[in-house]
């Protein structure tokens, strides 16, 4: 009888893992079509400096449960600044993007980071990449190229913007696994620092006045992004992480949607086509990894994008 109260309460929990990873990428989603909006009127430095200080009001409360010697002399705090210092790279260059580039374009783009994860994994995670999964991260790459529509202007300065963005998205996933032993709190706290600096420094010459309504929207932009992180690092408490690991290209669907709804832009074909190709390699490498390690890492689910 305990054994299936035990099994029924398993399954409560992985549900409600499953409905908060759910809800995380729905946080991400909206931040993407906020921030897409917001760039329109203002500089990315503007955006990245006050979506910062609206962080801080989620940030704030938790800060109190930290030590201030956790914080302040973290341990390998040069690992620390290099993932801030990608971290901040990830979503800048990701306003700067979506500032050009249709919604679904750019996630498109951001889904191909457990691809570049798993290219460089055996250079700083010491993990070995049999022949499969070179494959899959070659057929993701193609996937990549299709998405970046093969032309003579593929590698236009929003597509650059993109791509490097990913690659910063990517490094954040690989550092947060090599720190996986600090306080998500203090990764997140510093990350928000360092995109609030950078923000400052941009903002300096390019300043402009939001109506009370844009000041709302940008405090909103942190808080939400802020949940997002939150929701998706509690998920991955409470329900494996091969469960969970398909559930992150749900941002790419409401990608599309916010995409049509608020800014009228509609995928075309090498975006589908593209898209489908990075979510298939995507989702056999984690597969592969599985086999290999007979265990889940937690921290192979790609979400830790600001």
């Given amino acids: 009888m305990n054994w299936f109260k035990a099994v029924k309460m398993s399954d409560h929990i992985v549900l409600v893992g499953i409905l908060l990873m759910l809800l995380g990428d729905f946080m991400f989603a909206a931040n993407d079509a906020m921030g897409k909006w917001l760039v329109a009127t203002f500089s990315v430095g503007q955006v990245l400096l006050l979506r910062s200080i609206g962080a801080f009001l989620i940030l704030g409360p938790m800060l109190t449960?930290?030590?201030?010697?956790?914080?302040?002399?973290?341990?390998?705090?040069?690992?620390?600044?290099?993932?801030?210092?990608?971290?901040?790279?990830d979503t800048g260059l990701f306003y700067a993007a979506v500032a050009y580039l249709p919604l679904a374009d750019v996630v498109t783009f951001y889904m191909a980071g457990p691809i570049y994860v798993a290219a460089v994994s055996h250079f700083f995670l010491n993990e070995r990449i049999g022949w499969r999964r070179c494959l899959a991260i070659f057929v993701g790459f193609i996937g990549v190229i299709i998405a970046l529509r093969p032309s003579s202007a593929m590698l236009s300065w929003p597509s650059i913007f993109a791509l490097l963005g990913s690659f910063g998205f990517s490094m954040v996933i690989v550092f947060s696994r090599v720190l996986k032993d600090i306080s998500d709190t203090v990764l997140v706290t510093w990350q928000t620092i360092g995109a609030l600096i950078v923000g400052?420094?941009?903002?300096?010459?390019?300043w402009r006045e939001p109506t009370m309504l844009q000041w709302g929207a940008m405090a909103?932009?942190?808080?939400?992004?802020?949940?997002?992180?939150?929701?998706?690092?509690?998920?991955?408490?409470l329900a494996p992480a091969s469960v969970l690991a398909p559930l992150q290209y749900t941002l790419l669907l409401w990608g599309i949607i916010f995409?049509?709804?608020?800014f009228n832009n509609y995928p075309d074909r090498y975006i589908i086509i593209g898209a489908a190709i990075i979510i298939v390699a995507g989702l056999f490498i984690f597969h592969r990894k599985q086999v290999v390690d007979h265990k889940i890492p937690k921290e192979d689910i790609a979400r830790i994008k600001q």
């Avoid at 942190?222 to 997002?228: D, E, F, K, Q, R």
């Avoid at 995409?259 to 608020?262: E, L, N, Q, S, V």
């Fill in 65 to 89: 449960t930290v030590s201030t010697n956790d914080l302040f002399k973290p341990k390998k705090p040069f690992l620390i600044f290099l993932r801030v210092i990608f971290a901040t790279m």
């Fill in 200 to 206: 400052l420094v941009l903002t300096i010459a390019h």
């Fill in 220 to 237: 909103l932009l942190g808080i939400v992004s802020c949940c997002g992180h939150l929701l998706i690092a509690r998920s991955l408490k």
């Fill in 259 to 262: 995409g049509i709804m608020f």
